[in-house]
């Protein structure tokens, strides 16, 4: 059975079909980085290469005779996802004992990150940055509960957190995440200098049921726990060499958990 490309994928998983899609559109600069990736192949085998490249771009989409065709401004974000998996595997396959293009997951990582574009490639397949089911519910709610005076650094350290973890730097959004809900606490009227001075005056302001109060902690708990693998306290503080890096899906955790609270402590300190 074939491997079902990034937009197959996508669809199922958001709608449980393979029905239309509507599609956003690639920006010039991004399409222009990645076709700069595919021209920097082996001098040596390009002539081969890049040939073989659009016959199976042709095969499987059949939108152009020639490989650049699939990566100009304003192509379709999925199709243009689907051409990126294209070429990267096709990049892998050997030519003379030759590897077209060494490390090309890295180098689409590099790209995707240096154009804050939400998707990272993982052996051979691209997934978005999140999950769009939560950007809905949880993300957007939280943008709009912060939409008020008084939470501006709430608004800005959660916007940060957002930013970094669309470019897959775990840590920095990690940071940013604990910012956002230490900002907000304040913005609600919380008193202390840390969030878990914060939290405590939280748990002690009668705002919410008591079996609610401990809320706050366990974010923080969560947080500390993620940051802790790095064996630093903080991107503040540097990291130490060698020190683990934050899977991505853990680092989604946090951030949707402190996007939760702080559109829920919004609306319940209004």
């Avoid at 399409?31 to 081969?48: E, F, G, N, V, Y």
């Avoid at 073989?52 to 996802?81: C, E, K, N, P």
């Avoid at 705002?207 to 923080?220: K, T």
């Amino acid at each position: 059975m074939a491997r079902l490309r990034y937009s197959d994928r996508k669809q199922l998983a958001e709608a449980g079909t393979l029905g239309d899609l509507t599609y956003d559109t690639v920006s010039d600069e991004l399409a222009t980085a990645t076709r700069s990736l595919i021209q920097s192949s082996d001098p040596a085998i390009r002539t081969t290469f890049e040939p073989r490249l659009s016959d199976a771009l042709v095969q499987h989409l059949g939108i152009g005779q020639s490989w650049s065709a699939y990566f100009g401004g304003g192509m379709s974000t999925d199709t243009f996802l689907d051409a990126v998996e294209i070429a990267a595997e096709e990049a892998t396959r050997q030519i003379n004992s030759r590897s077209p293009i060494p490390d090309v997951e890295e180098g689409v990582n590099r790209i995707f990150e240096r154009f804050r574009f939400g998707y990272r490639m993982e052996g051979g397949e691209i997934r978005k940055v999140g999950s769009p089911a939560l950007e809905v519910e949880i993300v957007g709610p939280a943008l709009l509960a912060v939409q008020r005076p008084g939470w501006e650094q709430a608004e800005r350290s959660f916007r940060e957190a957002l930013s970094h973890q669309r470019s897959g730097e775990s840590d920095d959004a990690l940071t940013a995440a604990s910012a956002a809900v230490e900002a907000a606490l304040k913005a609600a009227g919380m008193r202390g200098n840390t969030l878990k001075q914060l939290a405590k005056s939280f748990k002690g302001a009668g705002i919410v049921p008591g079996y609610l109060s401990n809320v706050p902690e366990l974010i923080e708990d969560l947080l500390d726990r993620l940051q802790a693998m790095r064996s630093t306290s903080g991107d503040a503080h540097g990291k130490a060499p060698g020190a683990e890096e934050v899977p991505a899906e853990l680092a989604d955790l946090g951030i949707h958990w402190a996007a939760a609270f702080i559109a829920y402590l919004a609306d319940v300190t209004e």
